[in-house]
């Protein structure tokens, strides 16, 4: 139980261009969701939290005009890399959150394959 | 804000060697604390979940130990095999997940 799916697994795309990542819970329902990056030999970063019907929640410094989160249902979010630049490549993970404890707040995460992308 | 740490940056072992990988958090205050395994150009697959009120989990060759109070965890890999070659990470969670760089294994057939 608790698979993550994300898609595509890896793509190319041209500088300027947008390019948009799903993310699919494909046997639970998740209200929460993760948007992580990992550049080359170095840790995940949490760029940020999103929440079924309603706006997500970015890290500072993360660019939220860049990097448009949407969680139109509770399966399924997406992140579209606006205008992106050589500098965005990187290996992206998303991530669904079972919520545990009392307050609900606590998530367990379950992590997606991750999406490679690669700006020319 | 959490930093989280991991010691060494890779380690190579010939096979069946026990693996020892250490992760260092700076706010105890965790709610607690996971080790993930990921293969090159992969995503993390979870091997254990340690909760705060725990003071280690084990799941087959591996076990990792909790000390709160000092900001460490270790996991241990016994035997270890070929197929053990990957990146571990450890991540903190306090609300959120704190990752470290993670410790590239090779293990020498």
């Known amino acids: 139980g608790a698979v993550v799916s994300q898609h595509p697994s890896w793509v190319i795309c041209k500088s300027g261009t947008s390019v948009k990542i799903e993310c699919r819970s494909l046997d639970f329902q998740a209200t929460t969701m993760f948007w992580y990056r990992q550049f080359p030999k170095q840790s995940l970063m949490l760029m940020a939290t999103s929440n079924e019907g309603s706006k997500a929640t970015y890290e500072q410094g993360v660019e939220k005009d860049k990097f448009l989160i949407n969680h139109a249902s509770l399966t399924l979010s997406t992140l579209t890399v606006t205008s992106a630049h050589p500098e965005d490549s990187s290996f992206y993970i998303c991530s669904a959150g079972l919520p545990f404890g009392e307050d609900r707040v606590l998530y367990e995460q379950y992590f997606g394959p991750g999406t490679r992308l690669t700006v020319t | 804000k959490q930093e989280v740490t991991q010691i060494p940056a890779a380690l190579s072992v010939p096979e069946g060697e026990n693996l020892v990988l250490n992760c260092s958090f700076t706010?105890?205050?965790?709610?607690?604390l996971q080790w993930f395994r990921q293969d090159p150009g992969k995503g993390l697959t979870s091997l254990l979940l340690?909760?705060?009120?725990?003071r280690e989990q084990t799941s087959g060759r591996l076990n990792a130990s909790l000390d709160k109070s000092s900001g460490r965890s270790t996991l241990y890999i016994a035997a270890s095999q070929p197929g053990d070659s990957a990146t571990y990470l450890c991540?903190?969670?306090?609300?959120?997940?704190?990752f470290g760089a993670g410790t590239t294994v090779t293990v020498r057939a």
């Open positions: 340690i909760q705060s009120s725990q």
């Open positions: 991540a903190a969670f306090d609300y959120k997940l704190s």
């Open positions: 706010d105890s205050a965790i709610y607690n």
